[in-house]
Nanobody, 117 residues
Framework: QVQLVESGGGLVHPGGSLRLSCAASGIVFRTYDGNWYRQVPGQQRELVARITTADYTTYDDSVSGRFTISRDNDRNMFYLQMNSLEPEDTADYYC???????????WGQGTQVTVSS
Protein backbone atom coordinates (compact mmCIF):
# COMPACT_ATOMS: atom_id res chain seq x y z
CA GLN A 1 0.00 0.00 0.00
CA VAL A 2 1.38 3.37 -1.04
CA GLN A 3 1.43 6.10 1.58
CA LEU A 4 2.71 9.64 1.57
CA VAL A 5 2.53 11.34 4.95
CA GLU A 6 3.31 15.01 5.37
CA SER A 7 4.32 16.65 8.62
CA GLY A 8 5.86 19.88 9.86
CA GLY A 9 3.09 22.36 9.21
CA GLY A 10 1.88 24.84 11.77
CA LEU A 11 1.54 28.48 12.71
CA VAL A 12 4.52 30.77 12.19
CA HIS A 13 5.09 34.52 12.27
CA PRO A 14 5.99 36.39 9.10
CA GLY A 15 9.70 36.03 8.44
CA GLY A 16 9.82 32.69 10.18
CA SER A 17 10.73 29.25 8.90
CA LEU A 18 9.19 25.81 8.71
CA ARG A 19 10.42 22.51 7.36
CA LEU A 20 7.87 20.21 5.81
CA SER A 21 8.56 16.50 5.55
CA CYS A 22 6.96 13.83 3.38
CA ALA A 23 7.50 10.21 4.33
CA ALA A 24 6.89 7.78 1.47
CA SER A 25 6.27 4.05 1.67
CA GLY A 26 5.16 1.38 -0.76
CA ILE A 27 7.02 2.83 -3.75
CA VAL A 28 10.48 2.48 -5.26
CA PHE A 29 11.33 5.89 -3.93
CA ARG A 30 14.38 6.68 -6.05
CA THR A 31 12.28 6.31 -9.24
CA TYR A 32 9.84 9.04 -8.21
CA ASP A 33 10.04 12.79 -8.66
CA GLY A 34 8.95 14.74 -5.60
CA ASN A 35 6.62 17.69 -5.74
CA TRP A 36 5.21 20.09 -3.21
CA TYR A 37 1.90 21.75 -4.06
CA ARG A 38 -0.15 24.18 -2.05
CA GLN A 39 -3.80 25.11 -2.07
CA VAL A 40 -5.79 27.94 -0.59
CA PRO A 41 -9.49 27.15 -0.04
CA GLY A 42 -11.45 28.14 -3.12
CA GLN A 43 -8.37 28.26 -5.33
CA GLN A 44 -6.57 25.78 -7.54
CA ARG A 45 -3.77 23.66 -6.23
CA GLU A 46 -0.46 25.11 -7.43
CA LEU A 47 2.98 23.59 -7.83
CA VAL A 48 5.51 25.13 -5.47
CA ALA A 49 8.63 23.05 -6.01
CA ARG A 50 9.81 19.90 -7.74
CA ILE A 51 12.85 17.66 -7.39
CA THR A 52 13.53 15.02 -9.98
CA THR A 53 15.10 11.60 -9.57
CA ALA A 54 18.35 13.24 -10.69
CA ASP A 55 18.05 15.95 -8.00
CA TYR A 56 17.17 18.66 -10.50
CA THR A 57 15.03 21.28 -8.76
CA THR A 58 12.54 23.85 -9.99
CA TYR A 59 10.51 26.43 -8.09
CA ASP A 60 7.55 28.69 -8.59
CA ASP A 61 8.68 32.30 -8.91
CA SER A 62 6.78 33.21 -5.74
CA VAL A 63 9.01 31.00 -3.57
CA SER A 64 12.29 31.00 -5.47
CA GLY A 65 15.12 32.00 -3.16
CA ARG A 66 13.07 31.33 -0.03
CA PHE A 67 12.11 27.65 -0.30
CA THR A 68 14.38 24.67 -0.83
CA ILE A 69 13.20 21.21 -1.84
CA SER A 70 15.35 18.17 -1.12
CA ARG A 71 15.16 14.41 -0.89
CA ASP A 72 16.76 11.59 1.06
CA ASN A 73 16.67 8.37 -0.92
CA ASP A 74 17.96 6.35 2.04
CA ARG A 75 15.07 7.47 4.27
CA ASN A 76 12.39 7.72 1.53
CA MET A 77 11.77 11.35 2.43
CA PHE A 78 11.02 14.57 0.59
CA TYR A 79 11.52 17.90 2.37
CA LEU A 80 10.54 21.50 1.83
CA GLN A 81 12.53 24.05 3.80
CA MET A 82 10.56 27.30 3.88
CA ASN A 83 12.31 30.49 4.99
CA SER A 84 11.24 34.12 5.09
CA LEU A 85 7.63 33.04 5.20
CA GLU A 86 4.97 35.54 4.20
CA PRO A 87 1.23 35.63 4.94
CA GLU A 88 0.70 34.80 1.26
CA ASP A 89 2.34 31.42 1.88
CA THR A 90 -0.59 30.40 4.06
CA ALA A 91 -2.13 27.28 2.52
CA ASP A 92 -2.49 23.54 2.77
CA TYR A 93 0.71 21.94 1.47
CA TYR A 94 0.64 18.58 -0.30
CA CYS A 95 3.35 16.15 -1.26
CA UNK A 96 2.97 14.47 -4.65
CA UNK A 97 5.24 11.69 -5.88
CA UNK A 98 5.27 10.99 -9.59
CA UNK A 99 7.18 8.36 -11.49
CA UNK A 100 8.19 9.20 -15.05
CA UNK A 101 9.01 5.51 -15.47
CA UNK A 102 5.84 3.90 -14.11
CA UNK A 103 3.54 6.86 -15.03
CA UNK A 104 1.94 6.76 -11.61
CA UNK A 105 1.40 9.44 -9.02
CA UNK A 106 0.40 9.58 -5.38
CA TRP A 107 -0.74 12.36 -3.08
CA GLY A 108 -0.29 12.88 0.61
CA GLN A 109 -3.10 14.07 2.86
CA GLY A 110 -1.69 17.57 3.29
CA THR A 111 -0.38 19.70 6.11
CA GLN A 112 -1.57 23.17 7.00
CA VAL A 113 0.76 26.16 7.07
CA THR A 114 -0.42 29.44 8.54
CA VAL A 115 1.74 32.55 8.45
CA SER A 116 0.30 35.23 10.67
CA SER A 117 1.34 37.74 13.30
Amino acid sequence: QVQLVESGGGLVHPGGSLRLSCAASGIVFRTYDGNWYRQVPGQQRELVARITTADYTTYDDSVSGRFTISRDNDRNMFYLQMNSLEPEDTADYYCYAHSPIWHTGYWGQGTQVTVSS
